[in-house]
C-alpha cells in the first residue's frame, strides 16, 4: 500500500516547500541577528517544518516543543483546548518564534493562550511563523509574521499534516480523495 495513491491532488510540491523554507530562513536570521533565538514547535504537525527550517536560518538558536490537546467532536467550534507537554527550558528574555504548521481558525494559537502564555513567561518576543495559512476559517485574529504559503479551503495533509494520525510523511502538501476521508 502507497499512500501517495491516497492523494488526489498535490497542492504544493517539496521543491516550492524547500525554496519557500530557504527564503524563510534568510528572513528569520535576518530578523533575529544578536538576538537569542527560541523556536517552539508545536507537536506534532510542525515537526517536519521545524526540522526544515532550522536547517536554513544561519545565527544561534535552540529550539523546544509544546503540545496541544482539542477536546471533543465540536472542539473545532468550541474551541478547547488544553496544554499537553510544555517548554523544557526557560524563555525568559529570549526571542521566541511560535511554529506553527496551519493556522485555520485561530483558536489553536488564541484560545489555548500559547502566545500570550508565552508572552507572560518574560519572553523578550513572541512572534509566529506557520507554514500555511488557511484564511477563509479565521473566527479569532492571530498575528502572523512569518507565512509560508496561503492556502484555500481545503483539507491538506502531507509534510507534517495529517487525518487521523496517517500521512504526515508525505514530502508534499495534498488533498486526500474524497473516498479516504468518507466524502464520496
Ligand atoms: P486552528 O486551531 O483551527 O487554527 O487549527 C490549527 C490546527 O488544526 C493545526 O495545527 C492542525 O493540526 C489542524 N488543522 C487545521 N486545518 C488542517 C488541515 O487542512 N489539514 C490538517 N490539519 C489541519
Ligand atoms: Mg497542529
Known sequence: MDINQDIAQVLITEDQI??????????ISKDYEGKELVLVAILKGASIFLADLVREISIPLSFDFVAISSYGADSRSSGVVRLLKDLDESIE???????????????????????ENLRSRKAASVR????????????????????GFTVEDKYVVGYGLDFNGKYRSLPYIGVLKPEVYGGG
Do not use: F, M
Not at 529570549?94 to 489555548?112: A, F, N, P, Q, Y
Not at 509566529?128 to 507565512?147: A, E, F, H
Open 93 to 115: 528574555s529570549k526571542h521566541v518564534l511560535v511554529v506553527e504548521d496551519i493556522v485555520d481558525t485561530g483558536w489553536t494559537l488564541r484560545l489555548s493562550y500559547i502566545v
Open 18 to 27: 524547500a525554496g519557500r523554507i530557504k527564503e524563510l530562513g534568510i528572513q
Open 128 to 147: 509566529v511563523c506557520t507554514l500555511l495559512d488557511k484564511p477563509s476559517q479565521r473566527k479569532v485574529d492571530v498575528g502572523i509574521d512569518y507565512n
